[in-house]
């Protein structure tokens, strides 16, 4: 898997390396084993899926993570993403809407003794009501309609957000560098087409 994400230019060796230790069949139904290591998108329940490995490892590399930074993820799915980062060195907070995969994942991570702390909650607002912010990167690994203030107002000025935006089918992935507090100061860049389940919150909340 990562000779093949290595060809499709993935070079960071922090990513790598954590993606060559991370077992991602731990993160999906034992039915699926077989295909756990290809490079497709699968089912993990309520709905949703697991990204592909390509695409983890794009997010993972855009976010220029280094050892000791406080990463906040929005929709923690199976974990795979979150493991990967936590094994980069970051110290990893994660949000999911889903109390199904919460109640899942959270002990699944814990019993393979990663350290991510997982929330259930509205990733669209952040993690505001829990002072462990602001964070130096902000991952959101579901497709937003628009780049969250709320999310913006919770990183580091200095720190970067990877999210794709887009609407249900298709969002471009950003990369969100936050040079200060208002939005003139943000800069953009773009880094291709990508389809992710979209972010749900407010009103939709199941
Ligand atoms: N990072 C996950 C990807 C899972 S798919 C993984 O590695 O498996 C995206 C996830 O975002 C889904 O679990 C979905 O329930 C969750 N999600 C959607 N809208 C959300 C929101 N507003 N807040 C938090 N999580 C959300």
Not at 22 to 42: I, N
Request: charged content about 25%.
């Amino acid at each position: 898997m990562c000779e093949q994400l290595r060809k499709q230019g993935i070079t960071d060796t922090r990513v790598l390396q954590a993606m060559e230790r991370v077992e991602r069949h731990w993160f999906l139904d034992s039915a699926l084993d077989a295909l756990a290591y290809e490079d497709r998108a699968l089912q993990i329940g309520a709905e949703q899926t697991i990204s592909r490995p390509s695409t983890v490892a794009m997010q993972s590399q855009l976010l220029a993570v280094e050892p000791g930074m406080k990463v906040l993820e929005i929709g923690t799915g199976s974990g795979y993403q979150a493991a990967v980062l936590d094994r980069m060195g970051a110290r990893v907070f994660s949000i999911e809407r889903q109390k199904s995969l919460f109640d899942h994942t959270r002990p699944l991570l814990a019993a393979m003794g990663y350290r991510v702390r997982c929330f259930l909650g509205d990733g669209y607002k952040g993690l505001a009501e829990v002072n462990y912010g602001p964070y130096d990167r902000i991952i959101v690994t579901c497709g937003a309609p628009e780049i969250p203030e709320a999310l913006m107002s919770q990183l580091k000025t200095g720190g970067i957000m990877v999210i794709p935006i887009g609407n249900d089918e298709t969002q471009q992935m950003l990369r969100v560098t936050k040079n200060g507090p208002s939005e003139e100061e943000w800069s953009v860049e773009r880094y291709g087409d990508y389809s992710f389940v979209p972010m749900l919150g407010g009103r939709q909340m199941r």
